[in-house]
Each structure stands twice: as structure tokens, then as C-alpha cells.
């Protein structure tokens, strides 16, 4: 528990949750113990909270995993026909694989949005120092060996179903790589120039029907010993988990230039196919019964498309942030589940009712498949929110019958958002989000380049 909480230390009684734990180090907590050969749920580590009752709750791993270990998941049932078809079209081609969930969803309003530039990620590192852009580059490429999933394709009709193509093995493609220099210009004009690179690489659709297509990188000189790496990765093949995977990694790389990275325990084809083979009907249950009798709550159903964005930031400040985070860590409620509270007063104000749906972001890593903590991909899913308070009650009374909800539920988070929506009878639930950003650091901010190099900030 201490080392998942960055402590020196901890006692067999302390609190997890008094000690900084949350729902994301829950799950990097369950997953510690599953490289030790124990299953602990995360369920277990809230209702628990001490080493010394969550060892109560321990049982071997093996004997939970649904195949055996190292057991290789069935492949997709594909005709020699329709493998060939993929061939005349793609060339050679890797692993074929089933696409998640969320992928389906957001493939097909990739396609409806072409030109929009909806679905691109960005990450922008700054790097003080002088940069070796070829060694760059190289790292770049090493990282895409060993994550080859980001050069991955999809086919959209050789088969009922959309299918997701590795690259060869053999054929795994260069980073898409740019150079600019902006060097020799003001620096304000240097830094202007490279917000319109990224929004320019932001506006492209990149390609989701070749392979390498959804990848873009630049390297922009703004100053000497000063330069800016833009990485653009569609959303279809990169979540915010995997943000600091893929930095530690690039920085590693490029810290031992030749050097091939460790190996995974876990292939992405592996995972992916073996995530596809989960019984469904537990979790089909679980949200029949936690959806009964909702009703969609839709309340921009009639808003055009087109309407302007408008953003509004409020921070709060630090005093009161410190004693929120305090009141949470004495009640062992997290941030995520006080903020589902609060967005539920809010959208309950807007729609006049007490019983609210909303959707929300998970990590999908919670898995018990081996692995998954350590992979590239989107295992993001949205799942549906419901809460119900009452007005003659104070929230703070109200947090732990919602988080006993969210913890219920946290296993059953695989399941996907037109799944869920199925299940409870509704074509759509809800058209508001909450998203509570917390994602394992992996300290990739506290690496050095060679020499006195070293990344001054990154920002996803």
C-alpha cells in the first residue's frame, strides 16, 4: 500500500483512503497484488480500507482468472475469404482483433465528423536544452515497436462487425514525423507560430483505414536550446491512462538510443481478445438493476449542433481545497464521488427532478485480466451516473450510499455504454458529462535527458 501511495511507510491499520488513496489507487493497489498472485477487488479495498481487514479479503489469483494462464484467447471466426479481401486491401497485416466498445461508437462519429478534427489527443512537451532530433524521432519509433497498436487500422466491412488490424510484425511503420523552425523568429511569435501547428495537426482527420494514419509528431525549434515535441494520437487508439506510459517510455528511449524496451506481460492482441470474451451477463444485470425505473435525462436535446462553445473556469481556492481533501480523507470518500454529488445538485436544479442520469469517464483498467495496467489503448468507457438525494438531507450524510453505488458498479464498468443503454430500455440516457481527470503519474516529469537536457513540462 505505501509504495502505490508513494509513502516511506505504512501500518497494517492505517486507512488507505486518510493516506491520499482513491479510486485509481485502488486499482493500481488490486493490480500490485495481482503481480504478487492475490486477487484483491476493489470493492474490498473501500469497504475494508486497512491492510490488515483487505488481507482478509485475499484470495489466489489463478484461481480467479477466467482461462489459463498464458492461454491463448480464441481468434475472431473469419473466412479465408474475407482474410483475403483484407490483404487485397490493406497489404500484409498483424493480429485481427474485435474493437472495444467505445471504438465502435466513436468510429462511427469519426466518420459523420470528417474535417472536424474531433477526435485527435494531443500531448505538448517543452525541452530545454539541445534536442537530437533524429534520436527523437528514433524514440519515437521504438515506442511505436513496442506499442504497435498505434499504428494499428480499421476495416469498417469485410465483417459484420468493425475490425481492428495490427501492422505486421515486420512492418510496423515510422512515427509520422515534422520538423519546423521557428527559431530565428520573436519568441512570442515563435510560440504563436506553434499554436497554429497544433491547431492545424489538431483540425486533421488523419486516416483510420491505413496503417500509421492516426499517428502525427513535430519538433519545433522556438528558441536556442529550446524546442516543443506535439504528438497527435486519434482517440480510437490512446486514452489518458496511457499518456504517462507513452511519455516514460519516449524519454526512456531516447535516454538509450538502441536500447529496446522492456517486454510487456501482457500483449495488446492478447488483451484485447480476451476483454471481447467476458461474460456479458453479470454485468448486463447489474445495470438492469441499478436502471430501473430512470428516465433519460436529455436537457440539451433540442440544441443545434452548431452552437458556439463557451468555457467558464472556476478554482477554488487553496484553504478550501486543502480542507475538502481533508473531510473526504476522514470519511474515506473520494473526490470523484463528491463531485458526482455535486454535478448532481446541478443538473437536478436544471431538470426539476431529484433522480438524475449523467454520464462519466472510467479507466477501464480495473480488469482482472494481467496487463491491462500496463498497455496503450482506449479501455476508456461512459457509464451512466444515477443519483438521487435528497433535498431535506445534508450531502455529506448522502456520499457514501452514492460511493457504495459507484464501488458496486466499478466492476462491472466493461460493459458498453450501448450495452448499458440497451438494458435500461433507452436509446439514450443522459447528454451531460462529468469528467474527473486523475491518471496514474508513472514520474515521467522527474526523467533527464542525456546531459543537461531534461523536459521542463508536458501537458495533455
Known sequence: MADVLQLAEASVDDDFFALGGDSIAAIMLCTAMRHRAYMLRPAAVFSQRTPRAMAAQLAPFAAQEDAPAGAAPAPLALSAQQRELLLRRHGAYGEILPALPLQEGMLFHAQTAQGQGSYNAFTLLHLDGDVDAARLHGALCTVLRRYPQLAGMFDLDAAEQPLFLMPAQDAIPSWPWQQHDFGHLPLAEAQAR??????????????????????????????????????????????????????????????????????????????VQRLAQRDPVPAQAAWREDLAGAEPMLLFDA???????????????????????????????????????????VVGVLAGRDDVLFGSPVSGRHSEIDGIEQQVGLFL??????????????????????????????????????????EAGAAALFD????????????????????????????W
Open 303 to 345: 440544441a443545434r449542433a452548431s452552437a458556439p462553445m463557451q468555457e467558464y473556469t472556476l478554482q477554488l481556492p487553496a484553504s478550501l481545497t486543502a480542507r475538502l481533501q481533508e473531510n473526504l480523507r476522514a470519511r474515506g470518500i473520494t473526490l470523484n464521488v463528491l463531485m458526482q454529488a455535486v454535478w448532481g445538485q
Open 381 to 422: 468507457n461512459t457509464i451512466p451516473v444515477r443519483t438521487r438525494l435528497d433535498a431535506a438531507q445534508g450531502l455529506w450524510e448522502q456520499l457514501p450510499a452514492l460511493q457504495q453505488r459507484h464501488v458496486a458498479l466499478m466492476e462491472h464498468d466493461g460493459l458498453g455504454l450501448a450495452a448499458i443503454q440497451r
Open 194 to 271: 506553434l499554436a497554429g501547428l497544433q491547431e492545424e495537426l489538431l483540425a486533421q482527420d488523419g486516416s483510420t483505414a491505413r496503417f500509421g494514419g492516426m499517428l502525427q509528431a513535430a519538433l519545433v525549434k522556438l528558441a536556442e536550446r529550446r524546442h516543443a515535441l506535439l504528438l497527435v494520437v486519434h482517440h480510437l487508439v490512446i486514452d489518458g491512462w496511457s499518456t504517462p506510459l507513452l511519455l516514460r517510455d519516449l524519454l526512456s528511449a531516447y535516454g538509450e538510443p538502441g536500447v529496446a524496451l522492456a517486454p510487456l506481460r501482457t500483449s495488446y492482441a492478447h488483451l
Open 432 to 459: 451531460t458529462l462529468l469528467v474527473v481527470e486523475n491518471y496514474p503519474d508513472n514520474a515521467y516529469l522527474a526523467q533527464e535527458l542525456p546531459g543537461p537536457r531534461r523536459p521542463a513540462a508536458a501537458h
